[in-house]
């Protein structure tokens, strides 16, 4: 019986979970019993191979707004019969999945590197099932490093005496403290100012003067420039990689067997997506900059001539040595306990993300 799928809105959502549509895929692919075969009494160890079927009536809550629009825009360009049903969450970032995951509200959620470290030091066991990098880091990154109006920034040596902007929790406070340590500077020798890196935060704050430097990316970058290059504002590349992007799930869902075997299935599609997104940037940057996320056509150009060449690896021994580093650094500048990298990659899905590199490039060449 073939797999028919067909797209839903429901106003059903769950603690702390903004579900915003739902995508659901009819089946009969697997059974409780295949699902759970490799895996005495219902919970997969860490240890255990991945089960190859997903029982019915398996739902997957996910955080991952990017590949929800490329799924829609792509069509039939991306094969997505999934044997299990997709409830959307509206949410990604460190702290939305965190606190989701915290209410058992949420399976995966789309991150940058640090939440999956912060989430295992504030008490929230998660893996990581899926990693990309960008091929073009050094000429696309995705923070610079922004000034105030009237402060001169020509190397990472400047931010010597610096009032900074500084989330520790996040993407943009790891960056600043590897690029202090990249420029042979501590703590003490800047003013790190904490402050949410949400919204226009950052942003605002260089132009009120409250902070010398911040790290800008995207659009507030771009905007910030536009308006205050004039005034003296200018940015620099930092030359260190910010580029990891993860997909990454409670501990507590990938022990079971039902739900892990999803994921496998969701990673194989979430990479899909990326390399569609690459190879269509015209559609995307209509399709969701401009008229899904309703920014203008300068706004949305700019992103799009700043995209990233996806990277994603089939062998993750490169990245998680990245993240080992970066975690040595948090725990030193943080006062953290030390992790092993390795604890936070769960590489039993890296063969699902490399199938759906090679099935969506050689889609992409029979057309």
């Known amino acids: 019986m073939p797999r028919t799928p067909s797209l839903r809105r429901t106003d059903r959502a769950r603690p702390a979970v903004a579900a915003v549509g739902v995508l659901a895929v ?53 094969e997505h019969d999934l044997p299990f049903d997709i409830e959307w969450a509206n949410l990604s970032g460190g702290p939305q999945t965190i606190e989701a995951f915290r209410a058992e509200s949420l399976d995966v959620g789309a991150v940058a590197e640090i939440p999956p470290i912060h989430a295992t030091w504030t008490g929230v066991p998660v893996s990581i099932v899926a990693t990309q990098y960008r091929e073009n880091w050094q000429e696309a990154p995705i923070y610079e490093l922004a000034g105030r109006p009237g402060v001169t920034l020509g190397s ?27 420029a042979g500077l501590t703590q003490d020798d800047v003013e790190l100012v904490e402050l949410p890196s949400t919204g226009d935060v950052y942003s605002t704050a260089l132009a009120a003067g409250e902070v010398d430097v911040a790290p800008l990316g995207g659009t507030q970058l771009y905007r910030y420039l536009t308006t205050y290059e004039a005034d003296g504002a200018q940015s620099i590349k930092h030359g260190l990689r910010d580029d990891a992007g993860h997909l990454y799930a409670p501990k507590a869902v990938l022990e079971d067997p039902a739900k892990a075997a999803a994921l496998a299935e969701y990673v194989e599609v979430w990479a899909k997506a990326k390399v569609w997104v690459a190879d269509h940037p015209e559609e995307w940057k209509q399709g969701y900059y401009v008229e899904h996320e309703g920014l203008t056509e300068s706004d949305a150009q700019y992103l799009t001539d700043h995209a990233a060449v996806p990277d994603i690896p089939a062998d993750l ?51």
């Not at 948090?330 to 992790?339: F, G, I, S, T």
Request: charged share 25%; glycine share 10%.
């Open 156 to 182: 990472l040596a400047d931010l010597a005496g610096k009032r900074i902007a500084f989330s520790p929790g996040q993407a943009q406070g790891a960056l600043i403290l590897k690029s202090l340590a990249a």
């Open 317 to 367: 021994t490169e990245g998680i040595a990245r993240t080992q580093d970066t975690i040595d650094l948090l725990a030193k500048e943080l006062d953290e306990d030390p992790l092993d990298a390795h604890d936070l990659f769960d590489e039993r899905f890296a063969a699902a993300q490399t199938a759906g590199v090679e099935a969506q490039r050689a889609a992409e060449e029979d057309r």
């Open 26 to 78: 009819l089946g009969t692919a697997g059974c409780v019993g295949d699902a759970a075969a490799d895996s005495p009494g219902g919970s997969l160890a860490a240890s255990d191979p991945l089960p190859s079927a997903v029982p019915d009536g398996t739902t997957l809550v996910v955080g991952d707004p990017t590949t929800e629009v490329a799924l829609e825009l792509a069509g039939d360009e991306i």
